[in-house]
């Protein structure tokens, strides 16, 4: 048994709370993992406020990091102690029916156990004064140490940063699939982003790399533009400039409406904006943002009877074992931009104050 340092939520809303904790040694196909740098994300708030149906306390919450393999369980041979890895919030066992299907990258293998916040055996390798503590995503990055299923953890390239590259563990992965592989950008379209965070960015980043020439940010926060446009926005424009809605002014602005649209706020009025904004007969959007329990989406059916395409995405749609370590090697590459998704970087201890950032749009 590890001891050491974890942010464990003891309750919704609370701040989290710097323990010692307890990590149990792995069981058959386990692995465990010295995470070394972990992002914030908005999931990880999302279930600390609250508002997550699945979300259960007390939590060591995380899913965006990066770190060394401490040890394995019986029966592992993916992964060996001291390789480089990120862990997987979505595995890929490479045995289910979804595994197998090339149209998703769902791996149902463990998630029932995920989803109650237990180990595949239906049980917790983490205790903290004396009480069993809950799995987060099958990852748990916010603790020194985590056990996770071997199925959620892709080998890396020993070289690359871990506090950049924990990034592709989520957001940053997440943004650029949903423009590459979800919605399949073709050169020269026109595309709208809704929502200038890190996911926004990284689908900029994604509708750029496959050639869009034209990409307009939306965003009421009018100081993420210069960033957009750093990411290959080619222009930003702002719901409170105009009077009508602003899927209108889109259709205006381009001859008709977007070939391609994202919604990356988790805003259910904004993902029917986003759809409306789209071109008559061919355009898509992609819904990439998770909203509250219990919303639901509308529009008028016409909307898709005239050829526009709803979609959503989750983790962009890669297959991740196979994919992560790709993804690597393009950020090392210089294909992709991870370095300037970072702002602020601070010690473990300071976690909450990266929850505040977080909050401010800082």
């Given amino acids: 048994v590890i001891k050491c340092k974890a942010a464990v939520a003891w309750e919704a809303g609370k701040p989290l709370s710097l323990e010692e904790v307890e990590v149990a040694p792995p069981k058959a196909h386990e692995v465990r993992i010295k995470i070394v740098a972990t992002a914030v994300c908005h999931t990880d708030a999302y279930t600390l406020s609250g508002a997550d149906p699945e979300g259960c306390f007390p939590v060591i919450l995380g899913h965006e990091g990066a770190g060394i393999v401490e040890s394995v369980g019986e029966g592992v041979t993916n992964v060996k102690p001291g390789d480089t890895v990120i862990p997987l919030y979505i595995p890929q066992c490479r045995e289910c029916k979804f595994c197998k299907n090339p149209k998703t990258n769902l791996c149902q293998k463990i998630r029932i156990t995920q989803g109650k916040g237990l180990m595949p055996d239906g049980t917790s390798r983490f205790t903290c004064k004396g009480k069993q503590i809950y799995h987060f995503m099958g990852t748990s990055t916010f603790s020194e140490y985590t056990v996770v299923a071997d199925i959620s953890v892709a080998k890396i390239d020993a070289a690359a940063p871990l506090d950049k590259v924990c990034l592709l ?126 919303q639901e989406i509308s529009t008028r059916p016409f909307q898709l009877v005239t050829g526009r395409t709803w979609k959503g995405t989750a983790f962009g749609g890669w297959k991740s074992v196979d994919s992560v370590p790709k993804l690597v090697t393009e950020y090392m590459s210089k294909k992709i931009k991870v370095d300037e998704f970072v702002t602020h970087t601070l010690p473990f201890n300071r976690i909450n104050e990266a929850f505040e950032l977080m909050h401010t749009g800082k």
């Fill in 169 to 294: 563990g989520c957001g940053i992965s997440t943004g650029y699939g949903a423009a590459v592989n979800t919605a399949k950008v073709e050169p020269g379209s026109a595309c709208a982003v809704f929502g200038l965070g890190g996911v926004g960015l990284a689908v900029i980043m994604g509708c750029k790399i496959a050639g869009a020439s034209r990409i307009i940010g939306v965003d009421i926060k009018k100081d993420k533009y210069a960033k957009a446009k750093e990411f290959g926005a080619t222009e930003c424009i702002s719901p409170e400039d105009f009077k009508k809605p602003i899927q209108e002014v889109l259709v205006e602005m381009t001859d008709g409406g977007v070939d391609y649209s994202f919604d990356c706020t988790g805003n259910v009025g904004v993902m029917r904006a986003a759809l409306e904004a789209c071109h008559k007969g061919w355009g898509v959007s992609v819904i990439v943002g998770v909203a509250a329990a219990g």
